[in-house]
């Protein structure tokens, strides 16, 4: 089946330092790629859509030079948490929605998530 | 505002019971309707539902659609323990987006 790999699993950074996460799909091609922040024993929120090719659209709230969102290629988007403090300790989970023969086929599959402690 | 939301918001049962979960969504731009089960990591695909009134199933969890009633059903039959988890509904539109609902935290005591 379709594979999405997020890494790193686990990170923990100083405050202050910048912090950055990939999101791959493995097996197939992903125009478009969402990242989401979950707090614990919480659902999914989220934080923005990143396009291939063009820039990533945030969803209110979510502050666009904090969090920064490449899509540089047709397999890989990456999430950089800039100047990162305590209160951007969370896991962050990407998907991508699955396209075979490039037709959407409507699911959506997600990386394995990323830890990011920041002391 | 795309709303998906999902009843109750835990649940603890014994092994060997029954238990329905609830998702109701906005119409707006409706397309289809996922389930998702999310235990210490990634969330998981359960069922993706498009047609209303079809069920359908795995083992021992099955789902359907009512597009009159704007909800879904999961039904989890003879829960185990591995059944512990957080159970995400979603709603993709037809600008492909999606939205999850807030999550059903399921707990099965032995």
């Known amino acids: 089946g379709a594979v999405v790999s997020q890494h790193p699993s686990r990170v923990i950074c100083k405050s202050g330092t910048s912090v950055k996460i990939e999101c791959r799909s493995l097996?197939?091609?992903?125009?478009?790629m969402f990242w989401y922040r979950q707090f614990p024993k919480q659902s999914l929120m989220l934080m923005a859509t990143?396009?291939?090719?063009?820039?990533?659209?945030?969803e209110q709230g979510v502050e666009k030079d904090k969090f920064l969102i490449n899509h540089a290629s047709l397999t890989l988007s990456t999430l950089t948490v800039t100047s990162a403090h305590p209160e951007d300790s969370s896991f962050y989970i990407c998907?991508?929605?699955?396209?075979?023969?490039?037709?959407?086929?409507?699911?959506?599959?997600f990386g394995e998530g990323s830890r990011l402690t920041v002391l | 505002e795309d709303k998906v939301v999902q009843s109750p918001l835990s649940l603890v049962v014994h092994e060997g019971d029954t238990v329905t979960l609830n998702c109701s969504y906005e119409?707006?731009?409706?397309?289809?309707l996922l389930w998702y089960k999310q235990e210490k990591k990634a969330p998981t695909f359960l069922f993706m539902l498009?047609?209303?009134?079809i069920e359908k199933k795995s083992g021992r969890l099955s789902s359907i659609l009512d597009k009159k009633e704007l909800s879904s059903i999961l039904n989890i039959t003879a829960t185990q323990t591995g059944d512990s988890a957080i159970y995400l509904c979603a709603k993709r539109d037809t600008g492909n987006q999606f939205y999850f609902g807030t999550g059903t935290s399921l707990t099965v005591i032995p």
């Open positions: 119409v707006t731009n409706f397309r289809s």
């Open positions: 998907s991508a929605p699955y396209y075979l023969g490039g037709a959407n086929t409507g699911e959506l599959f």
């Open positions: 097996d197939f091609q992903a125009t478009t």
């Open positions: 990143s396009n291939e090719g063009s820039k990533a659209t945030y």
């Open positions: 498009t047609s209303s009134g």
